[in-house]
């Protein structure tokens, strides 16, 4: 299953040919440059490129294809390069160490690219706009003076520049500007002025039309909707409660695009679920295209005529489609698995929502066990593992993943959580994880396990939890915390709160400020949502997954976790693999986990492991089942 699982990402349109990036697991994690013509898929990327970015440290935004050259962030070294058809990629900036780029443009009028840079050879990260010439050299900057930029984009008339910026504590949904300025005779930016945006209020995506139109996302409606700004207000194009607008953990998200008619494709969630629709120029509301999809993964592109997603439905993982809108058909061009799973032992989503911590509403989606053959007992109530999404303020969708379906398909139950902080409901939803972070989400992923165990959906002697990032780290408080499940798995997940503050970048530095609280004013919060502090409270088994060199949750919070644990004589058991970072690239790592997360909950649980699984070493399981 790892070797089959791409990484599809950042699809787009030159001259009518589509482009995107592919993260294999097969190639350790590398980031290939694919292009569709005459109906087949072509690498561009010999080894070693890599178009990946680490700004943020999340990236994204590594690729930009234009006027037929290809434009690329290559992770190994940091800088960017071009190529042309099958031309070698030549090097565009100098080698000046740690200096990243993502997000560029190329600025036609003028020849060069637009790019924000994030510079780290100082004591401090300095982020900025920069520019340089499209035969290469060394980037200008252009825009500085704040913590943070994204998203600059030139008018195709080339007379003005837009692009968002923000400060800490602000994260990118929190509160955004976005500015709009003139291009002087000498490229740069004058009589800049705000057009939307605020400490609360999340501007995301800008574009320009095909006019030089300026449009954008925006929430002070408490929904992200979609505005066209006339030069002096900004003016909503088709208002409704939906989230249009996405989380920008990643650079070169998007989730609107321009047809060559006048109108406009776009992407809306409500409930958790996606849906992609038009707007006429003239108004007449949301024209759903009516596709069988449930996701649309932050990608909305066209080359004028036709539509390019990355999107999945209930039987359909996230793939890169075109979509013709006038019969709406669609062709895909690549899947993100080519896994072929029976139709009949596909467990499809079913869309659920309970009373979550002290009452308030929250959703999930459940799958039941789908299995002739099932591990975990076709007569019994089956067992139920909850996954709790990264983020936190990122959401899970239905679309079909191998993941859960590799869990169904061996007679366990599954609910992912879109637990209050979730996007896909609002600001206020995504808000109610405010001051909150380790209370209202693992309170909610506690409450949807005991509904369904409630409602007869799922055995609740045999509740399980997993989960990465922010995810694991509700993994670590619903063990420590809580007395529902029977056992967890935390993939670098966060033990240590207080810690992490000191240790992580400078994107999440002060993210904490909002989720917990300023810091050190409520430092006796940090230390009490810290699960490492309460090793004593910890009754259940739990795994730990790490990648050894992840510089956003670095690898001594899984590791004194471990320790804790062991010592305390809690059933553990540590799996950390070098070369991996926040989340895993590497086909055998990706499926190491997967088979030791079942081997270990299957222990746990007294369920007999079927097929070829390498054990794990679970220390202190045989003490304690003996005692």
Not at 97 to 107: F, I, K, S, T
Not at 116 to 126: F, K, Q, T
Not at 263 to 279: F, H, K, P, T
Not at 551 to 556: G, S
Request: contains cysteine; negative net charge.
């Amino acid at each position: 299953m790892a070797q089959s699982r791409l990484r599809v990402t950042e699809l787009q349109f030159d001259g009518g040919v589509p482009f995107w990036i592919e993260g294999r697991p097969a190639e350790k994690g590398r980031c290939v440059v694919v292009r569709h013509v005459d109906g087949a898929n072509h690498d561009m990327l010999p080894e070693p490129f890599s178009a990946r970015t680490r700004v943020h440290e999340y990236g994204g935004g590594a690729l930009h294809v234009a006027g037929g050259t290809v434009y690329f962030s290559n992770a190994p070294d940091r800088r960017l390069y071009a190529m042309e058809s099958d031309a070698a990629p030549r090097p565009l900036t100098p080698d000046l160490g740690d200096v990243r780029y993502a997000d560029m443009r190329l600025d036609s009028t003028r020849d060069r690219l637009v790019v924000v840079c994030e510079d780290h050879r100082g004591s401090r990260v300095v982020n900025d706009i920069r520019v340089l010439p499209r035969d290469g050299g060394e980037p200008e900057t252009i825009v500085s003076g704040n913590d943070f930029y994204s998203n600059p984009r030139v008018s195709p008339d080339g007379t003005r520049m837009a692009w968002l910026t923000w400060n800490q504590p602000n994260m990118p949904w929190d509160g955004t500007e976005l500015w709009t300025a003139e291009l002087g005779a000498d490229g740069r930016p004058r009589d800049a002025r705000r057009v939307a945006g605020g400490p609360r209020e999340a501007v995301f995506q800008p574009e320009w039309s095909p006019d030089s139109v300026l449009h954008f996302i925006t929430d002070p409606t408490g929904w992200w909707n979609l505005y066209r700004w006339d030069g002096d207000e900004a003016h909503p194009l088709c208002p409704m409660e939906a989230e249009c607008g996405q989380p920008a953990w990643a650079f070169g998200l998007s989730s609107y695009a321009f047809l060559d008619d006048g109108r406009i494709a776009l992407s809306a969630c409500r409930d958790g679920l996606w849906r992609v629709g038009l707007l006429s120029p003239d108004g007449g509301g949301f024209d759903d295209l009516g596709l069988a999809i449930t996701d649309v993964d932050g990608c909305v592109v066209s080359d004028g005529v036709r539509i390019g997603l990355l999107a999945g439905g209930e039987r359909e993982p996230l793939s890169a489609v075109v979509v013709q809108p006038g019969d709406r058909s669609h062709t895909v061009l690549r899947r993100s698995t080519d896994l072929d799973i029976d139709d009949a032992l596909i467990s499809a989503a079913i869309p659920v929502s309970f009373p979550g911590w002290e009452g308030a509403t929250a959703h999930a989606f459940f799958y039941a066990p789908r299995s002739d053959t099932c591990e975990a007992g076709p007569e019994e109530t089956p067992p139920l593992l909850v996954r709790a999404h990264g983020g936190p303020t990122s959401a899970t969708t239905p679309a079909m993943d191998p993941l859960v379906q590799y869990w169904t398909s061996r007679g366990f139950a599954f609910l992912d959580v879109n637990y209050g902080g979730s996007t896909g409901y609002g600001r206020a939803y995504r808000e109610r994880l405010n001051l909150q972070e380790g209370v209202v989400d693992v309170g909610d992923c506690v409450a949807g396990a005991l509904h369904m165990a409630e409602t007869g959906r799922a055995d609740g002697a045999r509740l399980l939890i997993e989960g990465g990032s922010a995810g694991g780290y509700i993994v670590l408080c619903a063990m420590t915390f809580h007395d529902a499940f029977a056992a967890g798995s935390s993939l670098f997940g966060i033990a240590d709160i207080e810690t992490l503050v000191a240790e992580t970048h400078k994107f999440e530095a002060q993210y904490f400020e909002t989720m917990v609280g300023p810091y050190p004013l409520r430092r006796h919060v940090y230390h009490d949502r810290s699960p490492i502090h309460f090793i004593e409270r910890v009754r259940r088994p739990v795994i730990l997954f790490q990648g050894l060199d992840d510089p956003i949750v670095p690898r001594n919070q899984a590791e004194t976790m471990f320790a804790s644990l062991r010592e305390a004589g809690i059933p553990t058991a540590y799996i950390g693999y070098p070369g991996e970072e926040h989340g895993f690239r590497q086909a055998a790592n990706i499926a190491r986990t997967v088979d030791a997360e079942r081997y270990f909950f299957s222990r746990v649980l007294g369920i007999e492991v079927g097929g070829d699984v390498e054990p794990v070493d679970i220390v202190n399981l045989e003490r304690r089942q003996t005692a």
